[in-house]
């Protein structure tokens, strides 16, 4: 019976294949692959699980969002940067913190490249980290929770773009900086960019045990772009190269002006000497003021804390650890090949794609084949360090991914389609379009030094005409390939939320098994939850009034409340002492300037209220959470700031 | 017979009997154990979750090791009849007394296994029907008697939108298998007895 449904569904997929593809005209035609056995390959039939996890950057949502592949099904949004009304995130008391910065309360954030936790360069599905480039922070989120745990803002940066990236044993998570700024910052012309503007580069260490987050150090490079980064690995660990533009140091116009060098830079950084010299006291303690926000998994709670000094380090000072190697028009992406040994510039404005190698690099270091210096950094001779070039193999060539069986896979943002080639040989052997203009692509584990094949999905720009018009603005698209044969197979169309600019993706095994159901109310320390129905009471604090309440199926305790006044500022702590998975409890009151809870099984929130009318005002669950869930409700008196009524409170009588 | 009687300490580790409850909402079934000495859930929650279902329907909560007199009394009488067996089982052996002992202690555990059903049946009943007359769903059968909640005693049932699945676990089976040691035993015993007197 299951096959039987399994084949009819299948071959309703084929058909449903076959009709689009003659619906979306041209460019379905172009994608002319569609062999009769594709819907099977992305169909996974209900009940049934994907075999892998994708992290998708929500771009200017501020968030993440979880896919699974091959099927490409939204499986959730996990708030990260951005207020999310829908779980209270950035809303409620205990989760405020996290978008605390020295800016201040920033509700909002552009989510960039996520990129998973490795262990010996191999994923290892404990965290996941994203960088905010508009406000530069980073954030760590636990893949057992899927949540964000913890937030550090990195001072001396703007434009937080060549990040977050981690080393092969997340030493270290990385943020370079897109735009340079004056360091420290300072009220000075914008003429006088070049020579006294920098761009911080942040190693900033990873516990190896909890994950969090610390800026070792700070190295304060020449006033260029730095676009994107990546680590090096195996040959290479130790080792991290940053793209440059704008090496022109140009501060306007930048369109022309940062693309006037025939060459600019990959920056290589040997980071082991850095930290080397810093552990030996190198460097300069600099005053700053950065927030650092950790959520706290037993108090449900997040804390903010403004730390005030970071370590800088002039590259200048620290022989032998900084180079610049050459590299043709604008580099975008910086990729390092899983063997360590070929670092990729993907020069945005170069009709080749220039591939360095790390063994000529070194060499070359060693030999001081130096063409000269910029701000007291070696430059390296550009023939010395190439390994080899892709010719013409597309146009606006902006990242590469790899899938460990010695190919390499460039999206090609003008053409608009992607390029598979042969590291050694260099030569182009497939290439398949985009719909359209593909920015990042992703194959799983792609950073690492053990990509785990099979799918690459290319995260377009462009929309157009590839699904049901939804008016001027579109969701972006983004395209499933079948890498495990010798061509490129195009799977699936799927639609992306935000912009997804990357996306890092594992094997499902790990993170699946790990995945959290429900928090023990046994750890809950959280300082207002109530652990059971007798634990319920409202304590006023001169105009503050304190809730103690639970949630369980179908009720809450207390359900009538009186002795709030108009005024008053009412903290409703909400724990649900459900320990069941998948059964959370919602809560929301009238009229409250606020969003929603949703409170997992063993979780405490805090909503505030402040009542501004006289009344008896109703509160209830929000999410259907059981037979009786329309019954699931409760009611609090509001009276006049000069009444004498007292607090109160009662479940299942009345109060007296 | 020795290694029969000590099979039943086996209930001391092994739950003697399971309860599963699977429905559309419930993919991985809540479940109970059922030991000698108490009743535990087969994950942590699960008491508490099948207590949070059941309050809907009125039953009473799932009976802690002191509410009820068997759990403390079952260990002494499993743990009694077991050094029980094996005095006879050595006596047995070195020939002090008869082996229809060996039948008697099976006869006697066998009365006492049955006791104990009836009364572990009993508790069902009541643990099933015995229901709050506020309950907040109260579903009464076509003849109009109010419906039982009774999990089956051994088998399979359907309780509204629970499938129950009710059998003996390890040390149940180990008990079986300890009681059936001693009928063999008996048997050997009967054997030897009968050559020696043709």
Redo the contacts between chains.
Sequence with gaps: MKNLIKSTLTVLGVLVAFTSCNNSGNSGKKSGALASNVAEKVYVAPGEYDSHYAFLSGGYSGNVTVYGLPSGRMFKEIPVFSQFPTSGYGYSEETKPMLNTSHGFIPWGDAHHPDISQSKGELDGRWLFINENNTPRIARLSLTTFETEEIIEVPNSAGNHSSSFVTENTEYVVAGTRFSVPIPQRDMPIKDYKGNFKGALSFISVDPEEGHMDIKFQILMPGFNYDLSHPGRGKSHGWFFFTTYNTEEASTLLEVNASQNDKDFIAAINWKKIEEYVNNGGGTMMPANYAHNVYDEETHTATSTMKKEVRVVNPAEVPGAVYFIPTPKSPHGCDVDPSGEYIVGNGKLSANLTVHSFTKMLDAIENEKFAGEAYGIPILNFEDVLAGVVEQPGLGPLHTEFDGKGNAYTTFFISSEVVKWKLGTWEVVDRKPTYYSVGHLTIPGGNSGKPQGKYMFAMNKITKDRYLPTGPEMEHSAQLYDISGDKMELLLDFPTHGEPHYAAAMEAGIIKAQSQK?YKLADNKHPYAAKSDDDTKVVREGKEVHIYMTT??SHFSPDNIEGVKVGDKVYFHVTNL????DVPHGFAVIGQNNSELLVMPGQTKTSVWEPKQVGVWPFYCTDFCS??HQEMQGYIRVSAADSDTPIKWSLGEDIE | MIIGALLLLGLFKFPLWNIMLGAPQYPDPLGMNIYIDGIQGVSEFDLQNIDGLNHYIGMKTIPKAHEMWEFSMFPKVIFGMAMLGVIIGLLGYFGKISYKYFLGWFLFMSVLGILGMYDFNNWLVDYGGNLDPHAIIKVTKPDGTPMSYKPPLIGFKKLLNFDVTSLPHAGGYLMFIGMSLTLVAFWLGRKTSLKKTT
Aim: negative net charge.
């Design positions: 429900i369980i199926r459900e320990q069941d998975f037979a009786l």
